[in-house]
């Protein structure tokens, strides 16, 4: 059964870059699918960041296009978002899901601190 | 981008009961609309895809309806585990886009 884990650093310091990694296992990354990345801040809703094809095509968010960089990487199952010049703002749950119109399989969420 | 919002924010419920949320969307989004459930500390689950579509292993207690701008959720026969927060999100366009949720507790 396909599962997505997300990993990284919970603490980031304002200015530097945010780095998560979504590891898909139980399966491989397929072709029919888009992985997109999607962040909640505390007790707040839910925010779409971006999207990456299996081939590598990417879609951001323009509110968040200038500071972000999704990845994939096919050969390792591993999905990975880049998010640079961070601020207390981007303190959130940070969770990988994988998208066919709608998400049908998310990650268990990582909890990214922007703090000094 | 497209906005959409969620009515109510919050209600409150009994077990047994018939509760609607609605979801309304800043244009047209031709049915490109699932709805999710959230507990605490837990990633969302997609309950309905395409405004109607029950998602596989969902309870049937759980129904979409709408077109056009305006979306329903409805929960039949309301159970303890049904207390969460609800979504409805856009699949229409990039961005992609949810509503700002609505948390129902179970009384």
């Known amino acids: 059964q396909l599962q997505l884990q997300g990993s990284g650093p919970g603490l980031v310091k304002p200015s530097e870059t945010l780095s998560l990694t979504c590891s898909v296992s139980g399966g491989s990354i397929s072709s029919n699918y888009y992985w997109d990345w999607i962040r909640q801040p505390p007790g707040k809703g839910l925010e779409w960041i971006g999207s990456?094809?299996?081939?590598?095509?990417?879609y951001y968010n323009p509110s968040l296009k200038s500071r972000v960089t999704i990845s994939i990487d096919t050969s390792t199952n591993r999905i990975s978002l880049r998010l640079n010049s961070v601020t207390a703002a981007d303190t959130a749950v940070y969770f990988c899901?994988?998208?066919?119109?709608?998400?049908?399989?998310w990650g268990q969420g990582t909890l990214v601190t922007v703090s000094s | 981008d497209i906005q959409m919002t969620q009515s109510p924010s919050s209600l409150s419920a009994s077990v047994g009961d018939r509760v609607t949320i609605t979801c309304r969307a800043s244009q047209d989004i031709a049915g490109s609309l699932a709805w999710y459930q959230q507990k605490p500390g837990k990633a969302p689950k997609v309950l309905l895809y395409a405004s109607s579509n029950l998602e596989s292993g969902v309870p049937s207690r759980f129904s979409g309806s709408g077109s056009g701008t305006h979306n329903t959720l409805a929960i039949s026969s309301l159970q303890p585990e049904d207390s969460a927060t609800y979504y409805c999100?856009?699949?229409?366009?990039?961005?992609?886009?949810f509503g700002q949720g609505t948390k129902l507790e179970i009384k």
């Open positions: 999100q856009q699949y229409y366009t990039t961005p992609f886009t």
């Open positions: 990456i094809s299996y081939s590598g095509a990417t």
């Open positions: 899901a994988r998208r066919w119109l709608y998400y049908g399989l």
